[in-house]
């Protein structure tokens, strides 16, 4: 028996009765079978806007052999003694936790928040009475902030191939499409997100794992420089290894670990605005026409340096999806998107921000914990502006040209906006290179100006970083990681749940 690789050309809508004839046209073969590798849109040029699809062929018609072996991450199992506390239920603690109960760890998952349906509730009942859930929000819950997320799985990490292929492979095993696993952009949406988290939650609790809900962290005692318990709301409890994946929105964690003695330090980051527009218009630009069959909603990904001095670039994209309220605390106003899994809703949004150095914004040294008080002021000042869950915004050409913004802006942001002079909420640095990256996109992307801005945009990355001696273990301890978005190495879906793997696998070694 042979196999092949090959990528053919396929229109938008293509079946895979299409593909099938296809392959066994261009290869001249007619008995054989066949497997989707790679899928990516090819959208460069509008009048012919087509898949490009990597197939492995297998038939005894085909002679050469695909060599090389197809490498898994290895969990090696043993019973054991030791017992793991895992903090934060996001991707980053999910997994390290699964992978630790995998290799016969005793662990005990423990999160603020409420199982995913409960959690559900807290943000629908926000939504509609403006009492925000302490709780229960965007940021905290089952599965961390990647909940209510877009469910983009792409990353840009590097080194992470074992781990990502381990996480497609329990996300597909829980109910994710199949297409995840091929998709060059591949997507699962918040609705499929849901049923997945419901679905790893009980495998995890079907081989032993622990999972303690409503179950806040608020102290670690050290004994001889190590943790030796935690305590929580709901009581004490040993631990033989501490494993910290609390994500980069628990300014109280960051406090408490400050305290205990966890090193941090700055590190760079991005602030900005949340850009929003008719996706109609996406697709216009994009792809020269509204709809295309076969492909959801046009994507854009956008970069500019038009000041001369710092990147401005769009991030964090949702087609046909929402803005959402996504602070982690009362009275304050930070946006992200999220989108369902048909990308099917009327407007496209995505994060506009500016890198950021604070100590050279703030042209002094900044240690973590200033750091943190900064950017928790910024995000109550959104709040303070308005004095509501209503998000300031203007358009993108009144920010262009520093105009008084106008009202009745339309937008998915479920507490509607108020018009406000974002360009002089923002540090005037990010302010004006933000300015000078609009203008640019602007002549990128037909009628982009007309769009809306909405604030503020303050986590697409952490503003902090533990120091941490080797793959997750924090500097000065023998026993306590910080896994994941909040330690400041990992960012997005798949490099903090790949974090949470490479930090467990490194707790295997540890424990031989
Ligand atoms: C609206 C939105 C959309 C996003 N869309 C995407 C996307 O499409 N693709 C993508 O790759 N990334 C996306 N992200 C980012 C992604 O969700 C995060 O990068 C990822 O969730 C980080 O994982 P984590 O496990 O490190 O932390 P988190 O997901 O933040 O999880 C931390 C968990 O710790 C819990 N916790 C915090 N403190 C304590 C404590 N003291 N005691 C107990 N529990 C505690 C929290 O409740 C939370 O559940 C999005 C984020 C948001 C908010």
């Excluded at 050290?222 to 994500?247: C, P, Q, R, Y």
């Excluded at 750091?371 to 203007?394: I, V």
Aim: charged share 25%; net charge positive; with cysteine.
């Amino acid at each position: 028996m042979g196999q092949k690789n090959i990528t053919l050309k396929m229109p938008t809508d293509f079946t895979e009765g299409d593909l099938k004839h296809k392959i066994g046209k261009k290869q001249r073969i007619k008995n054989f079978t066949f497997q989707i590798e790679g899928k990516s849109l090819d959208a460069r040029n509008k009048s012919n806007i087509h898949w490009l699809v990597r197939v492995l062929i297998t038939s005894e018609e085909i002679k050469e052999k695909i060599s090389g072996k197809d490498l898994e991450l290895n969990i090696p199992y043993k019973k054991r003694k030791e017992n793991v506390i895992i903090v934060g239920s996001g991707p980053a603690g999910f997994f390290a936790a699964y992978v630790l109960q995998i290799a016969g760890f005793k662990t005990s998952l423990l999160e603020r928040g409420s199982e995913v349906e409960k959690r559900i509730k807290s943000v629908n009942d926000f939504e509609k009475t403006s009492v925000f859930n302490p709780e229960n929000n965007y940021a905290f819950g089952e599965g961390g902030a990647g909940t209510f997320s877009d469910g983009k799985l792409t990353s840009r990490s590097k080194h992470i191939s074992l781990e990502r292929k381990f996480i497609i492979k329990t996300y597909i095993e829980a109910g994710a499409p199949k297409e995840i696993k091929y998709l060059a952009q591949p997507h699962l949406g918040s609705d499929k997100l849901k049923t997945i988290l419901k679905n790893i939650r009980l495998k995890y609790c079907e081989i032993g794992g622990v999972l303690n809900f409503e179950t806040q962290l608020t102290d670690v005692k050290i004994k001889e420089g190590n943790a030796s318990s935690v305590e929580t709301n709901s009581g004490v409890m040993d631990t033989s290894i501490l494993v910290l994946a609390t994500g980069h929105s628990a300014y109280e964690t960051y406090r408490i670990l400050m305290q205990k003695g966890l090193r941090f330090r700055t590190k760079n980051f991005a602030l900005g605005c949340r850009m929003e527009h008719p996706q109609q218009i996406i697709n216009l630009a994009q792809w020269g026409k509204e709809k295309l069959p076969g492909v959801k909603a046009a994507e854009y990904r956008l970069s500019s340096k038009a000041d001369g001095k710092q990147q401005v670039y769009s991030f964090c994209m949702c087609p046909g999806g929402t803005i959402v309220p996504a602070a982690a605390y009362p009275n304050s106003n930070i946006v992200n998107g999220m989108s369902l899994y048909n990308r099917d809703a009327k407007f496209a949004n995505a994060a506009c921000v500016a890198g950021v150095n604070l100590n050279e914004l703030l042209e002094r040294e900044v240690s973590a914990s200033e750091a943190l008080d900064w950017l928790e002021k910024l995000e109550q000042s959104f709040y303070e502006q308005t004095n509501s869950y209503q998000a300031p915004s203007c358009s993108i050409s009144d920010f262009i040209n520093k105009k008084n913004p106008k009202s009745n802006l339309e937008s998915s942001y479920p507490f509607g906006l108020t018009p406000e002079p974002l360009w002089d909420m923002l540090p005037v640095k990010v302010s004006n290179s933000i300015r000078e990256g609009l203008k640019d996109f602007s002549r990128k992307i037909k009628n982009f100006e007309s769009g809306n801005l909405v604030g503020l945009e303050s986590k697409s990355s952490a503003v902090i970083q533990v120091l941490r001696a080797r793959s997750g273990l924090c500097e000065g301890f023998e026993n306590i990681y910080m896994l994941g978005e909040g330690s400041g190495y990992a960012g997005g879906i798949i490099s903090s749940a790949a974090d949470g793997i490479k930090g467990a696998m490194n707790i295997i070694a540890q424990f031989e």
